[in-house]
C-alpha cells in the first residue's frame, strides 16, 4: 500500500492526472476520469497506478520470455525519452516517423535496413575511397537519412511482440497495422482516445514529458527486472547441465574401470582353470615311483 501511495504522489507530481478540455474528450474514458476542475478532466490516478502495474507486470513476462516490445513515439516532447529507454533494455524504436507498412510489410523495410548496413560497411572499411568524393557524399547522406527513420529497428530481426505507444491517437497507423497481424499493444491513454482500442491502457496525460518519463521509466525498469531474470534462469540452467555432465563423465569413468578391473580377474580365473585341468591330467596318468636306494644295474654298488 505504501508503494501505491508514493507511486500516487510521483504521478501527482509530474502531472499525469491533467487530461484535455472537456469539449475533446472521448465518452470512452468516463471510467477513467476522476472530475472536472476549469473544464479540464482529471485522470483517476487509482485507475492510472491499476494500469500501470498491469503493463509493467505483462511487459516483464514478455521480456522474460525473450520476446521484443517496440517502443512507438514520434511525438516532439517524447521522441528522445523513449529512445534513450529503449536502447537502454535493448528494445527497437520508431521516434522519428512511422513507416508505412513497417510491420505488415516488413520484409520490404528489412530490405531498406539491410542497405543501410552495407552502405555504413562500405564507409567503414575503406571499400568506398575508390569512389568519387560526390558519390562518397551522396552515400553518406543516403545513410544518415534511412538511420534516422530505420536506425532504431536496425537489430529487428523478426516483428515484435508487443508494441508500446505513448498517444495511440497519434501513432493510429502502428496500432492498426498492430492489430492486422494480432500484436499485442500498450498505449498510454489520454482523455481525448478510446481505451478500448489497446489491449493493455494506461489512463495518462501524454503531452506532459514530466508524465511521459515516469511512465516509460517505470515501464523499462520492468523489462530491465524480466531480463536480469532470465539471464539467472540461463545462468542456473547452465550450472545444471555442467553438474549433469560432470555426474554423466564420472559414471561413464566408473564404468570403463569396473569393466577393465573384470577383465583383468576373467584372465586370471582362466590360468587357475587351466591349471586343475593340468593336474587331472597328471593324476589320471600312471607314473612309477623310483625308491632312492634303488640304483641301475651297472652302477656302482648296484645289485
Not at 161 to 176: K, Q, R, Y
Amino acid at each position: 500500500m505504501e508503494n501505491n501511495t508514493s507511486l500516487q504522489q510521483q504521478l501527482l507530481e509530474a502531472g499525469v492526472h491533467f487530461g484535455h478540455l472537456k469539449k475533446k474528450w472521448n465518452p470512452k474514458m468516463l471510467p477513467y476520469i476522476f472530475a472536472e476542475k476549469k473544464g479540464i478532466h482529471i485522470i483517476d490516478l487509482n485507475k492510472t497506478v491499476d494500469g500501470l502495474q498491469e503493463c509493467a507486470a505483462a511487459m516483464k513476462q514478455i521480456a522474460k520470455s525473450g520476446k521484443k516490445i517496440m517502443f512507438v513515439a514520434t511525438k516532439k516532447q517524447a521522441k528522445e525519452i523513449v529512445s534513450e529507454c529503449a536502447i537502454r533494455v535493448n528494445m527497437p524504436y520508431a521516434t522519428e516517423r512511422w513507416l508505412g507498412g513497417m510491420l505488415t510489410n516488413f520484409n520490404t523495410v528489412r530490405k531498406s535496413v539491410k542497405k543501410m548496413q552495407s552502405i555504413d560497411k562500405m564507409l567503414t572499411d575503406g571499400s568506398a575511397d575508390s569512389l568519387t568524393k560526390k558519390e562518397r557524399l551522396t552515400l553518406t547522406r543516403d545513410k544518415d537519412k534511412m538511420e534516422k527513420v530505420l536506425g532504431g529497428i536496425a537489430n529487428m530481426g523478426r516483428i515484435p511482440n508487443a508494441i508500446f505507444m505513448v498517444d495511440i491517437g497519434h501513432e493510429h497507423i502502428a496500432l492498426a497495422e498492430a492489430k492486422r497481424l494480432g500484436i499485442t499493444t500498450f498505449g498510454m491513454v489520454d482523455t481525448n482516445c478510446d481505451p478500448n482500442k489497446v489491449d493493455f491502457a494506461i489512463p495518462a496525460n501524454d503531452d506532459a514529458t514530466k508524465s511521459i518519463a515516469i511512465i516509460v521509466n517505470y515501464l523499462v525498469a520492468a523489462i530491465a527486472e524480466g531480463l536480469s531474470e532470465r539471464q539467472a534462469n540461463k545462468d542456473e540452467d547452465g550450472d545444471a547441465d555442467d553438474a549433469n555432465n560432470e555426474n554423466e563423465a564420472r559414471a561413464k569413468r566408473l564404468e570403463q574401470e569396473a569393466q577393465s578391473e573384470g577383465g583383468r580377474g576373467g584372465r586370471g580365473r582362466g590360468r587357475g582353470n587351466d591349471a586343475p585341468a593340468g593336474g587331472q591330467q597328471g593324476a589320471g596318468a600312471t607314473k612309477r615311483r623310483v625308491p632312492s636306494t634303488y640304483k641301475r644295474p651297472g652302477a656302482p654298488g648296484g645289485r
